[in-house]
């Protein structure tokens, strides 16, 4: 079956440090999401792609957090300096389209992040 | 502008028992909602969802959910629970435009006690 991977599954890293994490959505996908969760909350919209456009980076800390997807497939994310706040998991979707809502947007396992 | 709520944090229920999970959502036109399952260290699995149509909707796992307008509730149920159903739940809701995304809850954390 498939399913929308990411790596890696667990990330420690210090403060000030960079980290990028990785996302592969289901083939054929053109719509891409990142999400963020802290614990004991619902996950909230970072960024969403339209093939390799943004569509949506409006709660996405510009200074510093980046994200690419620059063929239109798998995409990363990117946080640098990274700050004890960011500790969350991070969780990547994707969707078959992406102007109506009607289908369905598949989950990854996300990565845990712990900023120390 | 848009919000759910999910006014329980956690929820325990016996085994066997029945099971209804609270959502309120704000949004100015006719939403779009859904359920999603959470297990721990585990993304989200799509329970249901409702667009249009028949207000009760039938999901997977045996779940249902019953969407109210008047109340602007979108309410979780299944009528016999079992232990596999402890997780966090999440109520959604997505907007209606181009790059359309969801908007989640708080969550609501299902214990099973035997």
């Known amino acids: 079956e498939a399913e929308v991977a990411q790596s890696p599954r667990y990330k420690i890293t210090e403060k000030s440090q960079a980290v990028a994490f990785w996302c592969d959505p289901i083939?054929?996908?053109?719509?891409l999401y990142w999400y963020r969760q802290i614990l004991g909350q619902g996950p909230e919209l970072l960024v969403q792609f339209q093939d390799e456009s943004v569509v949506d980076d409006s709660q996405l800390p510009k200074d510093r957090f980046s994200a690419e997807r620059l063929k239109g497939v798998d995409s990363t994310l990117k946080i640098q300096p990274a700050e004890l706040g960011d500790s969350a998991m991070y969780l990547c979707?994707?969707?078959?389209?992406?102007?109506?809502?009607?289908?369905?947007?598949?989950f990854g396992q996300g990565t845990r992040l712990t900023v120390v | 502008a848009q919000s759910v709520t999910q006014p329980d944090i956690h929820i325990t229920v016996s085994e066997g028992a029945s099971l209804e999970l609270r959502c309120n959502y704000s949004y100015g036109a006719t939403p779009y909602l859904f359920w999603y399952v959470q297990s721990p260290g585990q993304g989200l699995q799509l329970l249901l969802k409702?667009?249009?149509?028949?207000?009760l909707v039938q999901g997977i796992k045996g779940f249902e959910a019953e969407f109210k307008r008047s109340q602007s509730s979108f309410n979780l149920r299944k009528p016999s629970v079992h232990w596999s159903d402890a997780a966090e739940y999440f109520c959604?809701?997505?907007?209606?435009?181009?790059?359309?995304?969801?908007?989640f809850g708080k969550g609501t954390t299902l214990s099973v006690s035997s």
């Open positions: 959604a809701v997505g907007i209606n435009q181009a790059g359309t995304a969801l908007i």
């Open positions: 979707a994707s969707r078959l389209q992406g102007t109506h809502p009607n289908t369905e947007a598949f």
């Open positions: 083939s054929g996908h053109a719509t």
């Open positions: 409702y667009f249009s149509g028949d207000t």
